[in-house]
């Protein structure tokens, strides 16, 4: 027996509540709550329970329970297996979000094209027609391609005919277009979004299908709907960068399959989207000579190092509250790097605006940039320029000391390669030995770094 009964989802993280009201409970955002009928049969509650595609009920020991050997899949995209961890898994689900036209579709064509050659693949395309898709492939040099092509949002459907294709990886281009008839929702609902990727989920893992579900993302950057969706899947990786900048970077925020934050790196051309295999040397300026505020750091994103310039612009404020912006690089921590440095270095800029931006488009997440954009800071402030061939790295703490960051030999062997002779590091961070040729000046302290310059 069927029964229907009334329920509210927040739009912003999800949850579910039986009563309307103006603040969400979980989240505690604003508006956010919307009426959906949901229609739960006890037969499809109790398919509900198996998302793992396991049948097994009893209780195991740890020990006996035998690892699978992930065999993995290479999308040929070398790149993209990297933010993968090393390539597809069967039965994982991945969701790819990012801006409108930043080239998540095209990204998935390409490598849907690839293992075409050796895998059964589908495209399920909700957002265009075939034809549109069609003209893009041809843009692309696949018009000879034989990647089976389903327009389609209705999820039944979707999953009829998947399961008499029997595709190895499919993709649903996005799941935000997709509805399900069991319930009376609009497409792009919270609860539809939810219950279509719940279906899917289900599906990839009963049938080791590798799924990639394409999402929206909002204006604040994060999915459009339920943040849900990120717990539902095995992975998550968003595109960073403009869509009207040349490179694009794929970050792994979540991988039950391999490390986090792991970066991928594409520059978008013509003829869609190009790996940069060496991306370090493509997010310098290279000026012609040393400029103030321009500060070079080596941040670790993944497992792998990259050499990125760190601006910084101060100029005296017209304003009550001088303003404090910062560009792929978080907010906070600039007022934190200010803070600190009026304690520790006596340095007042509280009638200042300050601007601090990393170059290219990337995001550093990490604490390893703090000593750079307050060096960056330092620089602009007093006019004075930096040593062209010096890196930066360091996180800086409240008391003004400088702490080290993980893999400090790696960030060297980097900087090193690409003809930096000079590093300014935290003193933890001092190798036993240096590269050849290069100069090291460990600092303990706020003080010294300053000096140091
Ligand atoms: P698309 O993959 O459709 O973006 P999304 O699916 O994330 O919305 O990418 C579309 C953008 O990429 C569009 O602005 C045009 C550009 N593009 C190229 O520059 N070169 C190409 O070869 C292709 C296919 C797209
Ligand atoms: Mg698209």
Known sequence: MAKTKTVYYC?????????????????????????????????????????????????????????????????????????????????????????????????????????????????????????????????????????????????????????????????????????????????????????????????????QTTVFLVGHVTKEGTLAGPRVLEHMVDTVLYFEGESGERYRLIRAVKNRFGAVNELGVFAMTDKGLREVSNPSAIFLSRHEQAVPGSVIMVTLEGSRPLLVEVQALVDDSQLANPRRVTVGFEHNRLAMLLAVLHRHGDIVTGDQDVFANVVGGVRVTETGADLAVLLAIMSSLRNKTLARDMIVFGEVGLAGEIRPVPNGQERLMEAFKHGYKRALIPAANAPQKAPEGMEIIAVDRIAEALDAC
């Open 11 to 207: 739009s912003s993280c999800g949850a579910e509540a039986p009563k309307w009201s103006g603040q969400c409970s979980d989240c505690g955002e604003w508006n956010t709550l919307s009426e959906t009928t949901a229609v739960v049969s006890s037969r499809q509650r109790a398919a509900n329970t198996s998302y793992t595609g396991s049948n097994i009920t009893q209780v195991q020991s740890l020990d006996s329970v035998e690892p699978d050997d992930v065999q993995r899949i290479a999308t040929s995209i070398s790149e993209f297996d990297r933010v993968l961890g090393g390539g597809l898994v069967p039965g994982s689900v991945t969701l790819i979000g990012g801006d409108p036209g930043i080239g998540k579709s095209t990204l998935l064509l390409q490598a849907l094209v690839n293992l075409s050659q050796q895998q059964t693949t589908l495209y399920v395309t909700g957002e265009e027609s075939l034809q549109q898709v069609s003209l893009r492939a041809s843009r692309l040099g696949y018009s000879e391609a034989k990647v089976p092509l389903l327009a389609s949002t209705q999820i039944e459907t979707i999953l009829q005919q998947a399961q008499s294709s029997k595709p190895q990886v499919m993709v649903i281009d996005s799941i935000q277009t997709m509805f399900t008839d069991e319930l009376t929702a609009a497409p792009g609902a919270v609860s539809q979004v939810r219950e279509c990727a719940a279906q899917l989920v289900r599906f990839a893992k009963q049938t």
